[in-house]
């Protein structure tokens, strides 16, 4: 960390994550329906309450016996076994201990002194011989049957805390019959946009104003990543509607993010305001581009999050600080950016005192990794995005990155 000879407070992404991330706190834990649980990060750890399947089952349609009936059986001289009854999914178990053989279906209970089932292709069952069934294959001994805990035994640890719930965790947890699941709260996070020139949807532009697009592409991103979102109209560029905009937001959410106002212009007020507002200055700057004025305080124990007003300024410091800090207050385990490499697929020429990180498109070619540099990524634009699948990583100083370098992108 230094401090600039503006006065900010620099750090490097690398530093400004830690600090996020030391600041948060994981949100409380509430149950849910299981239903309403996708999506959602596992609370606690979840250990198999009873083995599965919990009663031995048959794997195929076929017939249950006991190995030792058909062991010499062969398609000259098969084994012929009468069969008069039947197991079926959900039946109630047999008399045991009297018959051969017996006819049983895919997911019906296998009595104990039946240990193998063979299949009902492999055996000759003809209308007039009933009741007798030819066994003409003695197959394994054990086969087509699920055993008890032979799934998953009881008391295993399953599912982690921290797992995001999809539908595949939804199966594990409806095989155990549960209805409720405890899952950690989300965060709400108010959104909060910062310019004079920026207008709604529907409005009718005025002259040199625009659109606000930045917070509806972060409510998207929230939603994206399983936040809740108060996203706020934009707030003129006067310290005092931004300090009261804050404080109402304050209220309402757990974390603050502005987007705007917080660079170096005379009606930037974003750092002048937080100074009024809060505790603690985590960071003032970034050693990075885009993004470089991003900022992070600490209010009441919430963290205030100030991002560029620039659009790829505004998605990266997103993506760089407050993903990773959201995923982690969010309780998931993974919350970081997964890093990987790649060949880059053009020159990228812009030199850079700071780490640059470019919207890029990256795809597997040949099985190798390629990513390519998208054109006009300048941070005030926005066509890019219309291509972008992850964020490469062009390392400061130099002339820019070569065609064939090795680069680490995260996608996105
Ligand atoms: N003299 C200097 N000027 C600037 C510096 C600097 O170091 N010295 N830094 C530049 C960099 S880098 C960036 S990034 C921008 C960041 O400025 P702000 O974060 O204060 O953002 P604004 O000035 O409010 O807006 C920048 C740009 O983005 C448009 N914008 C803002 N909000 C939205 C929104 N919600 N939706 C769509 N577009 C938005 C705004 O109209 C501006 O065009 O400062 C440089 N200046
Ligand atoms: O840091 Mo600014 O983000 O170059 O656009």
């Not at 993506?319 to 998931?332: D, I």
Request: glycine share 8%.
């Amino acid at each position: 960390m230094e401090t600039t000879v503006s006065g900010r407070i620099a750090v490097t992404v690398e530093e400004g994550v830690e600090q996020l991330l030391s600041h948060c706190t994981k949100e409380i834990i509430e149950d849910v329906p299981l239903m309403r649980a996708t999506g959602r990060v596992l609370a606690r750890d979840f250990y198999s309450i009873f083995p599965i399947p919990h009663f031995r089952k048959a794997a195929m349609d076929g017939y249950a016996v006991h190995f030792s009936k058909i062991a010499s059986a062969t398609p000259r001289k098969p084994v012929v076994l009468p069969v008069t009854s039947e197991l079926r999914a959900g039946s109630s178990m047999l008399h045991e201990g009297n018959q051969a053989a017996v006819r049983i279906y895919t997911g019906a209970p296998v009595p104990e002194i039946y240990d193998t089932v063979i299949m009902q292709e492999a055996v000759l069952s003809l209308e007039e011989e009933y009741p007798n069934v030819r066994f003409p294959h003695p197959t394994e001994r054990g086969k087509h049957i699920a055993e008890i805990g032979e799934d998953i035994r009881e008391g295993t640890l399953i599912l982690d805390e921290g797992t995001v719930i999809t539908a595949k965790e939804v199966s594990i947890l409806a095989s155990f019959g549960l209805h409720e699941v405890g899952v950690y709260r989300k965060p709400t996070v108010a959104i909060i946009p910062i310019g004079d020139e920026l207008q709604l949807p529907g409005e009718l532009l005025k002259p040199n104003h625009l659109y606000e697009s930045n917070g509806f592409m972060l409510e998207a991103r929230l939603k994206e990543i399983g936040a809740n979102c108060l996203r706020y109209d934009p707030v003129p560029d006067h310290p005092f509607l931004i300090h009261s905009a804050i404080q109402t937001a304050l209220m309402d959410a757990d974390v603050i993010l502005t987007c705007g106002g917080v660079s170096v212009g005379k009606y930037d007020y974003m750092l002048q305001v937080m100074k009024e507002i809060s505790n603690q200055t985590l960071f003032t700057q970034v050693l990075l581009r885009p993004g470089s004025p991003t900022s992070a305080f600490v209010v009441n124990k919430k963290l205030s999050l100030h991002l560029s007003g620039n659009p790829s300024a505004c998605f990266t410091g997103f993506e760089l600080f407050v993903k990773p800090a959201l995923l982690f207050k969010s309780g998931r385990k993974k919350f970081r950016n997964e890093v990987v490499e790649a060949l880059l697929a053009d020159d990228v020429r812009k030199p850079c005192p700071y780490p640059r990180y470019v919207r890029s498109f990256a795809e597997v070619r040949n099985s190798t990794l390629y990513v390519m540099p998208l054109t006009n990524d300048k941070s005030g634009n926005i066509a890019a995005f219309a291509n972008t699948n992850a964020l490469t990583l062009i390392p400061s100083g130099g002339q820019g990155a070569k065609k064939g370098d090795k680069v680490q992108l995260f996608q996105i």
